[in-house]
């Protein structure tokens, strides 16, 4: 342990999880919650310390209490939770002696690992290979993880015919249905009228953009009249449904595809409900290892929801415990589905209601209380739970100790610490009692 102590700043549970597991390995802890300059001043003037880790929900609070830390001390190795990997570097490039962690970036794989098969402690993705991690004693076991294959032209054709939102359907079946009426009225013009092909197409594309009908149909049998006549209304409703389609696409924000990337996967997907740092994240790992995804959230101008939608990942605005909505994402033929908001009960009352859809589907929750945690596991064992903080807690105060573990993985209400070598050891802090 080093002989300094360690400095740590932030308010939350989970900077008090980084405490707890500090204290558990006998690091003397300099706490500040809300620290103002003066304060911190006051710590480095009583002596230095070993390292500063800050540990913060937001990323604008982080970079200000680094650069608080800084102006305090100028060599001072700094260790800072900060979610954007495209600001990242630059923290660190301009503050100096620091180092990134994330806690989405820990937790996600031990979140990934279940949603694919309940044994494996955590999922990572090894030259191309997607590998699942398991603790054999302690060694880290590596097995190969089968991940469904996709029959493209199956899912093209499932996105097509049944496309998750409105606007979507309208452009689609409004298209559909008015290539269909101009095929039928060419070929019957073509062969009642006796028209050419090229004649029957061209009067059949005047009447159904409602230029001017075909001439010769006036002439035609009155049956012919008759369908004519009740193909060219049965194209208004059509034209009505593409033109609603193309507009409500064109002024709302799309958050879904019709066809490609954005589409809502029908079968052998992940359910990601919650678009915070560990959703988004999860999502990201997940599609990596060639799982398709559908994120569900209820704030349609979140952050992250933007994120997601940049990185093509297709996103479904609505409550994750509404049975209604987990049917329309098809939860009956889904891997699993994973409740990974912010909030705990809202979480347990997404697994319950999975549940209550499908019971066969396996479900991932995400706590952030080691009490619920051990609650849920004992009393109402919906499905696998992570607790996040716990999770990423115990990396941060091993590397905040000097510790060489770089990644950490789960075994059933455990946590384990992995080190480069391929050994692991057990977290600081397991599960609480």
């Not at 994240?281 to 060639?290: A, I, N, P, S, Y």
Request: charged letters at 25%; aromatic letters at 4%; glycine letters at 8%.
């Amino acid at each position: 342990m080093p002989s300094r102590p360690i400095l740590l700043l932030g308010e939350g549970d989970l900077a008090d999880e980084v405490r707890a597991a500090l204290e558990a390995l006998d690091a003397e802890v300099v706490r500040l919650v809300k620290p103002t300059q003066r304060e911190l001043d006051e710590v480095f003037e009583r002596g230095p310390v070993e390292r500063a880790v800050v540990v913060s929900r937001d990323d604008p609070s982080a970079l200000r209490m680094a650069l608080m830390v800084r102006d305090a001390d100028a060599d001072v190795e700094l260790l800072i939770t900060y979610f954007d990997p495209a600001t990242a570097p630059q923290l660190c490039e301009r503050i100096g002696h620091c180092r990134i962690v994330s806690m989405a970036d820990i937790a996600a794989p031990t979140l990934a690992g279940p949603c694919l098969d309940e044994s494996l402690g955590a999922l990572t993705i090894e030259d191309g290979r997607v590998i699942g991690v398991k603790t054999e004693g302690e060694k880290v076991e590596e097995v190969p993880v089968e991940i469904p294959g996709r029959v493209r032209w199956r899912a093209f054709l499932t996105a097509l015919l049944k496309p998750y939102d409105k606007s979507a359907a309208l452009l689609f079946y409004g298209a559909l249905g008015l290539g269909a009426i101009l095929l039928i009225e060419t070929v019957a013009a073509s062969l009642v009228l006796h028209q050419h092909i090229v004649d029957s197409f061209y009067g059949a594309a005047k009447t159904l953009v409602t230029v001017d009908p075909n001439d010769k149909v006036a002439d035609g049998p009155k049956w012919f009249k008759t369908a004519v006549s009740v193909l060219m209304l049965m194209a208004l409703v059509f034209e009505a449904f593409f033109t609603a389609g193309v507009v409500n696409r064109l002024i709302d924000r799309r958050l879904t595809g019709l066809v490609g990337r954005r589409a809502v996967p029908r079968r052998d997907h992940v359910i990601v409900v919650g678009m915070g740092q560990v959703g988004l994240r999860l999502c990201l790992l997940l599609r990596e290892c060639g799982v398709s995804v559908v994120a569900v959230d209820d704030r349609e101008e979140g952050q992250n929801v933007g994120q997601a939608r940049e990185a093509g990942l297709p996103v479904v605005i609505g409550r994750g415990n509404d049975p209604s909505l987990l049917r329309r994402v098809s939860l009956r033929r889904a891997l699993a589905v994973a409740a990974v908001t912010d909030d705990d009960l809202e979480n347990l009352s997404i697994a319950m209601s999975a549940r209550s859809v499908s019971e066969d589907t396996r479900v991932v929750l995400r706590v952030g209380d080691g009490r619920l945690a051990n609650e849920t596991r004992s009393l109402f064992k919906v499905g696998v739970v992570r607790d996040v903080h716990r999770i990423a807690a115990a990396l941060i105060a091993a590397q905040a100790t000097g510790s060489p573990a770089s990644s950490v993985l789960c075994h059933e209400d455990e946590t384990h610490l992995v080190h480069d070598d391929g050994t692991v050891e057990e977290a600081a802090i397991a599960a609480s009692t």
